[in-house]
């Protein structure tokens, strides 16, 4: 039975004495303020797994401060990850946000009310493990303010090729509360109203209306169309060694991994460069997948990597876990169809990060 640390991924195992598992009860059923829970902690790591098994779990704080919810989610593997195991995930707890498991303690205790007294197991369960109001967690070793019952930390070496796998493809946060959605835009749709509904109010009191900001914003449009009018003039030809122009590409490369479109114009634009430009482009690109490939596959073997190396390497390439372990050295065209079957963004990390996970 282990816990899972969300800003570094590592594993801890939890003392059994100090859980109460509602075995067989759903996550979902007791409340509509869970479903953010599977929504963004389930399907945002795993988006093309179904999920077997959930449980409400009771995680008992020290020195009797309360109980902390939590949940076990199992995950189907079905041959997505090279691993025998039908699933993945099993045993391991997933803490709520304390918000959460408020939100649906008192929508338990609402629906008791309304029913007069008809009651679930479940029901029961959850009155009698109310969610501790001061869990907050923790910036120190051992996840939560209030400690947790955690055993002891383990080592990746200590965990099955299935739990490295798990634990890999999760994202780590260090935030409590739930996480906007990536393909959420209700920010940017409400500064477009705001600004609109202003310059409708200065043009009715009779200020001069701004002209139209110049927009930003990097477009791909605009970078493709440069490039093709750079492939087509004429480049003086550097007289550099092979490893430092490799250098000089690999970061250059590393500036526009975020964007799959633009990253195959400046690709396709170095190598048209002179011959010297093609090896050395051919050269970062291996060395792209070659990175890739040795950290991801180390799960597999008996010298693992950190899973939070792995997922960072793995989201600096703007690939899934899943994805990355299917990619094949020197094979550039399945990795930018994999890139575009992967739901991973690379636009939270900035180009340094990029270039010192893929290159260094």
């Not at 409708?200 to 930003?216: E, F, K, L």
């Not at 050295?329 to 990060?353: T, V």
Request: glycine share 4%; proline share 7%.
């Amino acid at each position: 039975m282990f816990l899972i640390d969300p800003r570094n991924l590592s594993v801890h195992e939890v003392d059994p004495e100090q859980l109460t598992v509602t075995e067989g009860a759903c996550v979902l059923s007791p409340s509509r303020a869970t479903a953010s829970f599977k929504c963004i902690f389930i399907h945002g790591r795993f988006p093309d797994c179904s999920v077997t098994h959930e449980s409400l779990v009771f995680l008992k704080l020290r020195n009797g401060h309360g109980w902390v919810w939590a949940s076990s989610v199992s995950v189907v593997n079905d041959g997505k990850f090279p691993v025998d195991a039908p699933t993945l995930g099993d045993g391991f707890y997933f803490v709520w946000p304390v918000a959460v498991a408020i939100n649906a303690f008192f929508e338990i205790k609402e629906k008791r009310r309304q029913q007069m007294g008809i009651t679930s197991t479940l029901d029961e369960r959850v009155m009698d493990h109310p969610p501790c109001l001061g869990y907050v967690p923790s910036r120190q070793g051992v996840p939560g303010r209030l400690a947790l019952p955690t055993v002891r930390k383990l080592t990746v070496d200590q965990l099955t090729v299935a739990q490295r796998l798990f634990v890999a493809s999760l994202v780590p946060h260090a935030t409590p509360f739930a996480m906007r959605n990536h393909a959420d835009k209700w920010c940017d749709r409400l500064g477009k109203r705001d600004k609109m509904q202003f310059e409708a109010w200065r043009a009715t009191s009779g200020m001069p209306v701004a002209p139209p900001a110049p927009d930003n914003k990097p477009c791909a449009a605009e970078p493709i169309a440069q490039c093709d009018k750079r492939e087509t003039s004429s480049c003086p030809l550097l007289e550099l060694p092979d490893e430092l122009l490799e250098r000089i590409v690999g970061v250059h490369l590393s500036e526009c991994l975020w964007n799959t479109d633009l990253l195959q114009v400046k690709v396709r634009m170095c190598a048209a460069t002179s011959v010297q430009f093609g090896r050395a482009t051919r050269s970062a690109a291996c060395r792209i997948l070659d990175r890739v490939v040795s950290v991801a596959q180390s799960l597999l073997t008996d010298h693992p990597r950190e899973p939070l190396e792995v997922q960072s390497v793995a989201h600096a390439a703007c690939l899934t876990l899943r994805h990355a372990l299917m990619l094949v050295r020197n094979d550039w065209s399945l990795y930018i169809r994999l890139r575009r079957r992967s739901l991973i963004r690379g636009c939270s990390m900035d180009n340094a990060q990029r270039h010192h996970l893929l290159f260094c």
